[in-house]
């Protein structure tokens, strides 16, 4: 298969790349690099800097090689920055998706796979959430995420676009080649950062709030490997392949841990203290946020190996203590 | 006040332009008269033509006039065409609001009014739909309009912009004065397609569907006088620029007449046998769409004055007579 990854040198669109390398397809990257990472993308896949709203890059990239597929990652992902500068979020995550699907539509490219979130869901009272649930946004990345699967659902509706759009949960870990993994300056997703307190680069971890409505204050999440993620990916795409329904999966592990959970965890695993301290609440931030992934086990047949926390730290760990500094002083 | 108008050659637009020069404001008119008419614009606004996503051009509009205020109009809004081509309502109503909000924060240019629309509350099984009403919109002109209200309100909550977001039922009628009206290649409102018939325009009329879920199985809308709704407008200005809430209105009657009650009127009105053939229902057409303007009456003690279908069809009568070709043949 052709497969366009846009977004593919960013933490997760490199894992779903290497697992396409791996599966002996040809794949195209364009990425920005605005946060990703050339170093990040597996060879042999094609590498190319550009922002997915320059339409007469696109319209090369599609007059060159003829895809299959198409994996949109690229998106501004802060929930923190988006509270504080939505227009960003709406500008580069909504109006970039429409201009891919122009192109796509242009060039009858037929097949999307998208990158979606928990965040669409935002502070639902359901324990364990479905595809069903309804979907009311808390902060402005979730919302531009939310508008991103509709323009998808519309464009499936009109044009015969084929979709799966797949809301992650929290995801973590890295490839257990150790030959990638998450480089984010500044880094903002919690495992990766608790763990710079054992590797000696931060005293501390505040903790945003401890007077959520969970079992120990601390915010709740569901986090699945990174690896386990990107092969719910190529189970998506080969499920389009077939000429299957084009739909919306969650994926997480459907067990959700606080974030004092997390930190202790990483203590045991490291056998170093932690020491944490407590801040307000950031604004945007879901009390609990756990999958139900009982669809796309049973459509997909997706069954995550790597559910136990300590595999995931384990890799994290192992990709960090081998690349002190990501990628850049990578060879 | 300076005022930019966005879309201010447009049928709605151009009613509330001329409100607002009434009133003795230095007005701004940009549109791009794709289907606008520069000879709608009342003098002595000043009319620009141009594409509300052309981000410099903006710039020098901002930079030229210090405005106190927005009102937004620009937008593609057939339902029917929406359906077939969801990626140009996309495009052009949810990034060309983004480019403008962007233009507007970078200026600290903090009012906007906003043109939405009942559409995006779908198909509700509420007799009468109030503000507070669930929106899933049935087509992608709906679609992009709830996501342009969602991006206003994420701006109001970050960048302390002002707005009110009006959600207009079916307007229709013409400014008293005769001067303006509602001028459409192709028509798609229903009062100006059913007086082509006395108007020797047209033979019959197709009625989309009549086993819709109503008293007489046609749809039923909410009729709202372009006079009244303009009037609104000019309210909803002043009461944010007394430093008040920002929220969401509906404009209608408060009262629902089907598609035969709308062709019986116009018979009654013109004393000419109205010809009809019914057709499939058009993808995306709601049942039925009754406004509550409670909130409205109350907050803005906004009143409509033309609430009898009559003084609607005689405007438009009026319009039509004396502009058999529209703007066309205007000086």
Same mark, same amino acid.
């Given at each position: 298969?052709?497969?366009?990854?846009?977004?593919?040198?960013?933490?997760? %669109?490199?894992?779903?790349?290497?697992?396409?390398?791996?599966?002996?397809?040809?794949?195209?990257?364009?990425?920005?690099?605005?946060?990703?990472?050339?170093?990040?993308?597996? &060879?042999?896949?094609?590498?190319?800097?550009?922002?997915?709203?320059?339409?007469?890059?696109?319209?090369?990239?599609?007059?060159?090689?003829?895809?299959?597929?198409?994996?949109?990652?690229?998106?501004?992902?802060?929930?923190?920055?988006?509270?504080?500068?939505?227009?960003?979020?709406?500008?580069?995550?909504?109006?970039?998706?429409?201009?891919?699907?122009?192109?796509?539509?242009?060039?009858?490219?037929?097949?999307?796979?998208?990158?979606?979130?928990?965040?669409?869901? %935002?502070?639902?009272?359901?324990?364990?959430?479905?595809?069903?649930?309804? /979907?009311?946004?808390?902060?402005?990345?979730?919302?531009?995420?939310?508008?991103?699967?509709?323009?998808?659902?519309?464009?499936?509706?009109?044009?015969?676009?084929?979709?799966?759009?797949?809301?992650?949960?929290?995801?973590? %870990?890295?490839?257990?080649?150790?030959?990638? %993994?998450?480089?984010?300056?500044?880094?903002?997703?919690?495992?990766?950062?608790?763990?710079?307190?054992?590797?000696?680069?931060?005293?501390?971890?505040?903790?945003?709030?401890?007077?959520?409505?969970?079992?120990?204050?601390?915010?709740?999440?569901?986090?699945?490997?990174?690896?386990?993620?990107?092969?719910?990916?190529?189970?998506?795409?080969?499920?389009?392949?077939?000429?299957? &329904?084009?739909?919306?999966?969650?994926?997480?592990?459907?067990?959700?841990?606080?974030?004092?959970?997390?930190?202790?965890?990483?203590?045991?695993?490291?056998?170093?203290?932690?020491?944490?301290?407590?801040?307000?609440?950031?604004?945007?931030?879901?009390?609990?946020?756990?999958?139900?992934?009982?669809?796309?086990?049973?459509?997909?047949?997706?069954?995550?190996?790597?559910?136990?926390?300590?595999?995931?730290?384990?890799?994290?760990?192992?990709?960090? /203590?081998?690349?002190? /500094?990501?990628?850049?002083?990578?060879?």
């Amino acid at each position: 298969m052709n497969i366009l990854v846009v977004g593919g040198a960013g933490y997760i %669109g490199s894992h779903i790349v290497k697992q396409l390398i791996d599966s002996n397809h040809k794949v195209v990257v364009l990425d920005n690099l605005q946060t990703g990472h050339a170093k990040a993308v597996t &060879e042999p896949a094609i590498f190319i800097k550009g922002n997915v709203k320059d339409k007469p890059l696109l319209r090369n990239l599609f007059t060159e090689t003829s895809f299959d597929v198409v994996f949109h990652f690229a998106a501004n992902s802060s929930v923190e920055e988006s509270m504080k500068d939505p227009l960003l979020y709406f500008d580069n995550n909504v109006s970039g998706l429409i201009t891919l699907l122009e192109v796509m539509n242009e060039f009858a490219v037929k097949t999307i796979i998208f990158s979606s979130t928990a965040a669409v869901y %935002g502070d639902t009272s359901e324990k364990v959430i479905t595809e069903d649930n309804e /979907t009311i946004p808390k902060n402005p990345y979730g919302e531009s995420k939310r508008m991103m699967e509709k323009i998808i659902q519309w464009c499936h509706t009109a044009y015969d676009i084929n979709y799966v759009v797949l809301r992650y949960f929290n995801v973590a %870990g890295a490839d257990l080649s150790g030959a990638i %993994g998450e480089d984010h300056q500044p880094e903002t997703h919690l495992i990766p950062i608790v763990l710079e307190v054992p590797l000696s680069k931060r005293d501390f971890i505040t903790i945003f709030g401890n007077d959520y409505d969970t079992k120990d204050g601390t915010t709740v999440r569901d986090y699945v490997h990174v690896v386990d993620l990107a092969n719910a990916h190529l189970l998506a795409m080969n499920y389009l392949l077939e000429g299957k &329904e084009s739909t919306i999966f969650n994926v997480g592990s459907s067990t959700g841990f606080s974030t004092l959970e997390i930190i202790n965890k990483v203590e045991e695993y490291t056998q170093k203290k932690i020491p944490v301290k407590y801040g307000n609440r950031r604004e945007g931030d879901p009390h609990s946020l756990i999958a139900s992934s009982k669809k796309i086990e049973s459509v997909l047949g997706w069954k995550p190996q790597y559910t136990d926390l300590n595999s995931i730290i384990d890799s994290v760990w192992k990709w960090h /203590t081998t690349h002190p /500094t990501g990628y850049e002083n990578d060879v």
